[in-house]
């Protein structure tokens, strides 16, 4: 038996094992309600004006202009995958495992348990697809690698498996835009495994536009070895019935760096529980977690953030603020720092508010009317140093933003 097949065989047997496992954080759901059996590749046309339109929300390109590679997943079927620069791979995880075999155990289920919870088990179990993108060392991608993830069927598991690996001085931008198509019910349980190497740089920017149906569970890890750079931003611009997301970074080498960022806004009835963990696990790394979330009708969220300290000389701050736009919403922030040793700078900064009725005044006094001047309040709340991104994806950004700030009212 093979390396790989023997793995694989101890993964599944240890995912069995913890199905019933339910998650730290959020709210628990019954997993077994929802199957694998969606669409037929011949069921989806992915380049209509109306598909395309949609894509745009989430920072994808149909026409592949300014991207270096492109990955998409429709359901539980890969419709494509394609790279157009030298040293650089993507392709599915199914397809990796043929070209890799047991060059691909080392970042396989390495920094997410497969038993973590209900939700990385039936991932291994059930899931189908996700991607793998590998770029070798020294190889700088030119433009940013495109990844979607689309559910369109009713009652679907989605729990693709991610894996990006960056060698040694190499850098890449990955764009992930999640979205569904109709008004279904849906579980999208994706797992994402990040591992950075020494001097590389990987900046990962997520979008995501569900609906009031859907059930979120992300499972994210990453590892960054010596000066290496990893930069994340979140970004939810739609209501969904429940969302639980906690990445664990670890910063393995000496002057690693991580930036962990979320903009989110609940509308209706969202449950939404979003945070984040930093380890600072080597000498001289730095790591920064900064949260925005809105709340309004009837959103419960929970922000959380923890920074936890284990070697000298390391630095870290922590930034949660809530906004509340409605007195039936809630908001609750939970910073936590952790350390052991002294030689370290830890520090946070939370805080839950309402829109100033003075600054309102303030701006209709010099001619906009409330509507306007709440929408500049909101979008000058929401905006955070998005750093790494192309000028085009920040120009989406800022659009979205006041997209949400419009909804908002």
């Not at 309600?33 to 669409?39: A, D, F, K, V």
């Not at 919870?117 to 899931?127: F, I």
């Not at 579980?187 to 009031?212: D, Q």
């Not at 962990?260 to 790394?285: H, P, Q």
Request: charged content about 25%; proline content about 3%.
């Amino acid at each position: 038996m093979s390396n790989l097949r023997r793995f694989r065989e101890e993964l599944k047997e240890r995912a069995r094992k913890a199905l019933s496992k339910p998650p730290r954080y959020g709210v628990d759901i019954d997993i077994l309600e929802y199957g694998i059996t969606g669409l037929t590749k011949m069921d989806f046309d992915l380049y209509s004006p109306e598909v395309a339109k949609k894509l745009e929300l989430v920072g994808i390109d149909t026409e592949e202009k300014a991207r270096s590679g492109s990955y998409y997943q429709v359901d539980n079927i890969v419709l494509q995958e394609l790279s157009k620069q030298p040293g650089v791979k993507v392709m599915s995880l199914e397809d990796a495992f043929e070209e890799f075999g047991d060059d691909l155990l080392k970042y396989y289920w390495r920094v997410v348990p497969v038993d973590k919870d209900k939700y990385t088990a039936v991932a291994e179990l059930l899931g189908r697809g996700g991607y793998v993108i590998w770029v070798k060392e020294n190889v700088k991608v030119s433009y940013p690698i495109q990844a979607c993830l689309i559910v369109t069927s009713n009652n679907i598991l989605q729990a693709p498996h991610n894996i990006i690996i960056a060698e040694r001085n190499s850098e890449v931008h990955v764009i992930t835009g999640c979205l569904v198509m109709k008004e279904n019910i849906a579980l999208h349980a994706g797992i994402s495994e990040f591992y950075v190497g020494e001097n590389a740089k990987v900046t990962f920017t997520m979008i995501h536009n569900w609906n009031e149906n859907m059930h979120i569970r992300p499972r994210t890890g990453v590892l960054v070895k010596e000066s290496g750079h990893f930069i994340s931003h979140y970004i939810n611009i739609s209501p969904v019935n429940s969302l639980q997301t906690y990445p664990i970074i670890r910063l393995v080498g000496n002057n690693a760096r991580a930036h962990l960022s979320s903009v989110i806004i609940g509308t209706k009835s969202s449950k939404i529980d979003i945070g984040g963990e930093i380890i600072l696990d080597a000498e001289k790394t730095r790591g920064d977690i900064i949260s925005r979330t809105i709340a309004k009708d009837k959103t419960e969220i929970i922000a959380r953030g923890r920074l936890t300290s284990t070697k000298p000389r390391t630095k870290g701050h922590l930034e949660c603020r809530g906004l509340l736009l409605s007195n039936e919403a809630s908001i609750t922030t939970i910073p936590e720092l952790k350390s052991s040793i002294q030689d370290t700078e830890l520090t946070h900064e939370a805080s839950i508010g309402k829109l100033a009725e003075e600054e309102i005044l303030y701006l209709m006094a010099r001619g906009f009317s409330r509507e306007e001047a709440e929408g500049l309040l909101i979008r000058g709340f929401m905006r955070v140093d998005i750093e790494g991104l192309p000028r085009n994806l920040m120009k989406l950004i800022d659009q979205t933003i006041k997209l949400i700030s419009i909804k908002a009212l």
